[in-house]
């Protein structure tokens, strides 16, 4: 199964753009890139997903490599709210242990 | 209007015990899962149904039973509960699967915190 690698954390200070970077080199062409957050003691969120191509929403954008075999998720603008843990997953509902990312007043 | 909900939030028992925790979603989704997060917040997939049928088992303890009654409902039921069951279970739901693959958006309930004493 294709497997995706996170830094294991992010700090960013508030209202500054976070971009959390993931890997996955060993992606099939048709797995999609699955972007989800798990604030603290609630289950994960949803947040973008994709296949090829970058992808905006009201969350975030994604942007995908032109080989596929890594991804960003980027946060516009940081609030204290988007401290989160963020996991990306490919579509074999495996999640790693994502990015706990940090944001500073 | 909760989507995907638990029952109980958190459930506290001893060793050897046999509990349920319930899910419900309201989504009218036809697939849904139990994940369970452990101490390490490693989230693994345990179960997934389809429609009432059940589509994955990732190789989890004879003890662990889920059980459809309805489309929009999963529940879990563990046996003989040990030290080692302790964790957060989530429930989740999603759209049907398109040829098997899982690209569709998964909702998430709020969690169940089991500690087995």
């Known amino acids: 199964d294709a497997k995706t690698t996170q830094p294991n954390s992010m700090e960013s200070n508030e209202e500054e753009p976070v971009h959390l970077p993931c890997n996955h080199s060993t992606i099939s062409g048709t797995d999609y890139i699955h972007w989800y957050r798990q604030l603290p003691s609630q289950g994960p969120e949803y947040v973008i997903h994709g296949l090829t191509s970058n992808v905006n929403n009201r969350m975030a954008s994604l942007a995908i490599a032109e080989d596929r075999k890594s991804s960003t998720l980027i946060l516009h603008r940081a609030t204290l709210r988007d401290a989160a843990v963020y996991y990306c997953?490919?579509?074999?509902?495996?999640f790693g242990t994502g990015t706990r990312l940090q944001v500073f007043p | 209007d909760t989507a995907v909900s638990q029952t109980p939030k958190y459930l506290v028992t001893q060793m050897g015990n046999d509990k349920s925790i319930k899910c419900e979603q309201n989504l009218g989704h036809d697939t849904m899962y139990w994940y369970k997060q452990d101490s390490k917040k490693f989230l693994k997939i345990m179960f997934s149904?389809?429609?009432?049928?059940?589509?994955i088992n990732e190789t989890v303890p004879n003890r662990f039973s889920p059980k459809s009654p309805d489309k929009a409902h999963l529940n879990l039921h563990i046996n003989s509960l040990e030290l080692g069951d302790s964790a957060v279970y989530f429930c989740?739901?999603?759209?049907?699967?398109?040829?098997?693959?899982?690209?569709?958006?998964?909702?998430f309930g709020p969690g169940t915190r089991l500690l087995v004493l």
């Open positions: 149904y389809n429609n009432k049928e059940l589509i």
């Open positions: 989740a739901s999603s759209l049907p699967l398109a040829g098997g693959r899982y690209e569709e958006t998964q909702y």
């Open positions: 997953i490919l579509s074999k509902l495996i």
